[in-house]
T-cell receptor, first 113, second 115 residues
Framework: DQQVKQNSPSLSVQEGRISILNCDYTNSMFDYFLWYKKYPAEGPTFLISISSIKDKNEDGRFTVFLNKSAKHLSLHIVPSQPGDSAVYFC????????????FGKGTKLTVNP | DAGITQSPRHKVTETGTPVTLRCHQTENHRYMYWYRQDPGHGLRLIHY???????DKGEVSDGYSVSRSKTEDFLLTLESATSSQTSVYFCAISEYSDLSVYGYTFGSGTRLTVV
């Protein structure tokens, strides 16, 4: 049973436009949500996170929005750059402290020049 | 970046042979993890470790075993490799039990092909 879902396997956008990557979750016990970026032949790298007590967190061009009632979060990249082309994974951490992240299947973002 | 290295980076092995992948960290982090990444499945947890000689199973642990005799090393063993274990394997480390902000730091991965 998939607890973290990224329903779009791929997304293509033009350079300079906004990229919106979506993630849905089913477990209401998730407390923190994280986004990772992965380039080919490299390990995933931490991008941005958000606590369940917030609805928005911003870091430069990257903003994550959390809608707890809908169990939905999204990552916005503005403006998108060709270097942002990568696979993006959404991950969640259960409440009360847990040593294990639960990952979605990933969305491959392609930013076209 | 965090000192985490995986070896080997690439390996081709035959069905039925044992294979050991190594993860080595220089950060003295308590928690270590092994994930596999497959198309259409994302990242799935195989095994993880809370500390020396303290390990537990993840969601796809069948066919795999792990050992952690030292803080810095976490070994993943495929006792008898099968073609379904062809994958990219990632090791990750974390100092924090709640993963609230920093999450994991990942290694660069080991691409394993079982023929």
């Amino acid at each position: 049973d998939q607890q973290v879902k990224q329903n779009s396997p791929s997304l293509s956008v033009q350079e300079g436009r906004i990229s919106i990557l979506n993630c849905d979750y089913t477990n209401s016990m998730f407390d923190y949500f994280l986004w990772y970026k992965k380039y080919p032949a490299e390990g995933p790298t931490f991008l941005i996170s958000i606590s369940s007590i917030k609805d928005k967190n911003e870091d430069g061009r990257f903003t994550v929005f959390l809608n707890k009632s809908a169990k939905h979060l999204s990552l916005h990249i503005v403006p998108s750059q060709p270097g942002d082309s990568a696979v993006y994974f959404c991950a969640a951490s259960p409440k009360g402290g847990s040593e294990k992240l639960v990952f979605g299947k990933g969305t491959k973002l392609t930013v076209n020049p | 970046d965090a000192g985490i290295t995986q070896s080997p980076r690439h390996k081709v092995t035959e069905t039925g042979t044992p294979v050991t992948l190594r993860c080595h960290q220089t950060e003295n982090h308590r928690y270590m993890y092994w994930y596999r990444q497959d198309p259409g499945h994302g990242l799935r947890l195989i095994h993880y470790s809370y500390g020396v000689k303290d390990t537990d199973k993840g969601e796809v642990s069948d066919g795999y075993s792990v050992s952690r005799s030292k803080t810095e090393d976490f070994l993943l063993t495929l006792e008898s490799a099968t073609s379904s274990q062809t994958s990219v394997y990632f090791c990750a480390i974390s100092e924090y039990s709640d993963l609230s902000v920093y999450g994991y730091t990942f290694g660069s991965g080991t691409r394993l092909t079982v023929v």
